[in-house]
C-alpha cells in the first residue's frame, strides 16, 4: 500500500527578535582601524559579539556585556546606534528565528585575562576591510567596510 505524503507544517511567519552587538574596534600600530571578530560557538562563522535583551540594560549596555562575556573586552560604547543586519539563527527545536540586530561601535581599551566564554570561542583583529570580508551577512559587511571611528 503506497505511503500517504506527509502534511507538510507551514508555520507563519515569524517577527524578528532583537539582539545589541558591539563592533569592537581600536586604532592598529600603523594607525589603521581594526576590528575584533569573534567565532560562533556552533557554526564558528566569524560574527561580532552579539545577544538577547537582558533585563535592566539598554541596548548599548547590553553590546558592551556581550563583548565583554565573548571577548573579555571592556572600552568605551557609543550610546548611538552604527547600523543594524539582519539573520537567521536556528535554534535548538529546530526552527528558524528571524533576528534584527542593533550595533553599536566599542572603542577597546584593554581585554581582561579571563572571561566567561575562554576557549569556546577564537577571536581575530584585524583591518575593517579585512574583516568585513571575513563575515557572511551581507549588511553586517557593509557595517564594517563603512565604520569610522569618531
Known amino acids: 500500500m503506497a505511503k500517504k505524503p506527509e502534511k507538510l507544517r507551514v508555520e507563519p511567519d515569524r517577527e524578528p527578535r532583537g539582539q545589541s552587538a558591539a563592533l569592537p574596534w581600536r586604532f592598529g600600530s600603523d594607525g589603521e582601524v581594526e576590528v575584533l571578530l569573534i567565532t560562533s560557538r556552533e557554526t564558528r562563522r ?4 552579539k545577544g538577547w535583551p537582558m533585563k535592566g540594560l539598554k541596548s548599548p549596555e547590553c553590546a558592551a556585556r556581550e ?22 539563527k536556528r535554534l535548538r527545536s529546530g526552527r528558524v528565528q528571524p533576528v534584527k540586530v542593533s550595533v553599536y561601535a566599542l572603542k577597546v581599551t584593554g581585554q581582561h585575562e579571563t572571561w566567561p566564554e575562554q576557549g569556546q570561542r577564537d577571536f581575530l583583529w584585524c583591518p575593517a576591510a579585512d574583516a568585513a570580508l571575513q563575515v557572511d551577512e551581507p549588511e553586517l559587511r557593509i557595517l564594517i567596510a563603512g565604520f569610522k571611528p569618531g
Open 46 to 49: 566569524w560574527v561580532i559579539p
Open 67 to 88: 563583548a565583554y562575556e565573548e571577548a573579555g573586552l571592556e572600552g568605551e560604547i557609543r550610546k548611538k546606534k552604527l547600523g543594524v543586519f539582519h539573520y537567521e
